[in-house]
């Protein structure tokens, strides 16, 4: 797709940033080409630098789960400005969020606002270990937990084996207490938490429903397995939410399927599209987190009163009746689309949705399921790239990767959707 001025401004961040970007898969370099430079967003819509429309299924990577710019989220961003953008201090706002973050989610019965993801799961990994005196952790496969050093890891996907760094700059010594087995393989987890090896896990944390190896759900029985399994290793269920929370459902995946953690993850979606995260769980847990107890952990714009209006104006908005029956309605509808398009197409591709997260994986059967990171890694991601870059020729922007979910708003309209069908269709035909 040609893009004069994304090109000219891709030229000069490549001499400014790494890759030209800041952060590593907007590079499009598992997709081909280059990337768009985005100059402002609309609802379902984003514009690029040379003012050009395109349909987003990225939503930011998740949380404008409402749309961009919507009139109250927008109304209560400029309220705010004009009372300081960051004080360092307490606020009325982190009081009144926390509340609607602990009426969505009970097992959250104390929290601590950060700034991203990262900060939450990282904060929480340490919460566990001092709870329990424990230094391992284990991780499922294929979740992503941010970058901080001990979540870094590479491990095959048969019996579970302590990690080795999957960067350079980690130290083998942070990556060997991390022991990662595959998503949905329950033999694998009771093994990691069996015997001697069991005695030293502080937790298990994963993402209840996969984004960042495409959208693959859990096998029935999966989560509750986890709980069951920690439970008996006196060790800590960390479910990570920053994608799924306030998603799938008000109180995310642990409403959508009945499983209750003991520290949960948040992010996304709480700030209205300004980084922020949260951490949280069983008051016991949290009250050994400084100040109170002795597991450090600090952030000086934590609790930014920006992030903490976006937040509660999203939140207002997604309370309000109806709300996730339609994004689950606009989903169905998304997912029988491009099944019913690849068919005509004569392509085969597996499309995996829960809510309004999905991913169409290309694969050698049609329709067959993946759920495993080694499975998902089976898709043809040079097919992915070519349905890409056609797709963005059409003017739908899809995740720039084959193994990361894609995410529907409350401002996709049904239209939008029978849209992006008819593109995809055109998209199938191309690179059948």
Same mark, same amino acid.
């Given at each position: 797709m040609s893009d004069e001025r994304s090109q000219r401004l891709?030229?000069? %961040?490549?001499?400014?940033?790494?890759?030209?970007?800041?952060?590593?898969?907007? !590079?499009?370099?598992?997709?081909?080409?280059?990337?768009?430079?985005? !100059?402002? %967003? @609309?609802?379902?819509?984003?514009?690029?630098?040379?003012? *050009?429309?395109?349909?987003? =299924?990225?939503?930011?990577?998740?949380? &404008?789960?409402? +749309?961009?710019?919507?009139?109250?989220?927008?109304?209560?961003?400029?309220?705010? %400005?004009?009372?300081?953008?960051? =004080?360092?201090?307490?606020?009325?706002?982190?009081v009144q969020l926390a509340r609607r973050v602990r009426a969505a989610f009970p097992s959250v019965e104390m929290m601590r606002f950060v700034s991203s993801g990262t900060e939450a799961t990282m904060?929480?990994?340490?919460? #566990?270990?001092?709870?329990?005196?424990?230094?391992?952790?284990?991780? #499922?496969?294929?979740?992503?937990?941010?970058? %901080?050093?001990?979540?870094?890891? *590479? $491990?095959?996907?048969?019996?579970?084996?302590?990690?080795?760094?999957?960067?350079? +700059?980690?130290?083998?010594?942070?990556?060997?207490?991390? /022991?990662? /087995?595959?998503?949905?393989?329950?033999?694998?987890? @009771?093994?990691?938490f069996a015997g001697?090896? +069991? $005695?030293?896990? $502080? #937790?298990?944390?994963?993402?209840?429903?996969?984004?960042? &190896?495409?959208?693959?759900?859990?096998?029935p029985g999966y989560l509750e397995a986890c709980r069951d399994v920690t439970r008996k290793a006196g060790a800590l269920f960390?479910?990570?939410?920053?994608?799924?929370?306030?998603r799938l459902a008000m109180g995310g995946a642990q409403e959508r399927y009945g499983v209750t953690p003991d520290l949960t993850c948040l992010g996304k979606v709480i700030g209205g599209g300004l980084p922020v995260g949260a951490y949280g769980g069983r008051r016991d847990l949290m009250e050994l987190v400084s100040p109170v107890g002795a597991v450090y952990q600090a952030g000086t714009l934590s609790g930014n009163p920006m992030a903490m209006r976006a937040g509660l104006a999203t939140l207002e908005l997604l309370g309000?009746? +109806?709300?996730? @029956?339609?994004?689950? $309605?606009?989903?169905?509808?998304? @997912?029988?689309?491009?099944?019913?398009?690849?068919?005509?197409?004569?392509?085969?591709?597996?499309?995996?949705?829960?809510?309004? &997260?999905?991913?169409v994986f290309f694969v050698s059967d049609a329709g067959r399921p993946l759920r495993t990171f080694a499975e998902a890694r089976t898709a043809d991601t040079a097919r992915f790239g070519r349905f890409f870059q056609a797709m963005l020729e059409r003017g739908v922007y899809l995740p720039p990767s084959q193994l990361e979910a894609a995410f529907l708003s409350l401002a996709h309209s049904d239209d939008d959707v029978d849209q992006t069908v008819v593109a995809a269709e055109e998209a199938f035909r191309t690179i059948h």
């Open positions: 891709f030229e000069e %961040a490549c001499d400014l940033f790494p890759g030209g970007v800041n952060s590593p898969v907007r !590079a499009f370099r598992a997709v081909g080409g280059q990337p768009v430079f985005v !100059a402002r %967003a @609309e609802g379902a819509r984003l514009y690029g630098a040379d003012g *050009r429309p395109f349909l987003d =299924y990225v939503g930011s990577w998740g949380p &404008m789960i409402v +749309g961009h710019c919507h009139p109250k989220v927008v109304a209560a961003l400029r309220d705010q %400005a004009g009372r300081g953008t960051s =004080y360092g201090a307490p606020t009325e706002l982190e904060s929480a990994i340490r919460v #566990a270990r001092g709870a329990t005196g424990r230094d391992g952790l284990v991780k #499922a496969e294929g979740c992503y937990h941010g970058h %901080a050093d001990h979540l870094l890891v *590479r $491990a095959g996907s048969g019996a579970a084996t302590f990690g080795q760094p999957d960067s350079a +700059g980690v130290p083998a010594d942070f990556a060997k207490h991390t /022991v990662t /087995v595959p998503f949905n393989d329950v033999a694998a987890m @009771e093994d990691a001697e090896q +069991g $005695a030293r896990m $502080a #937790a298990l944390i994963l993402e209840p429903v996969c984004g960042n &190896m495409g959208c693959v759900p859990p096998l960390i479910m990570d939410e920053v994608m799924t929370g306030f309000e009746p +109806g709300t996730f @029956e339609r994004l689950e $309605a606009l989903g169905a509808r998304l @997912e029988a689309g491009l099944r019913a398009a690849a068919g005509r197409a004569g392509v085969p591709v597996t499309v995996q949705r829960v809510g309004s &997260m999905f991913t």
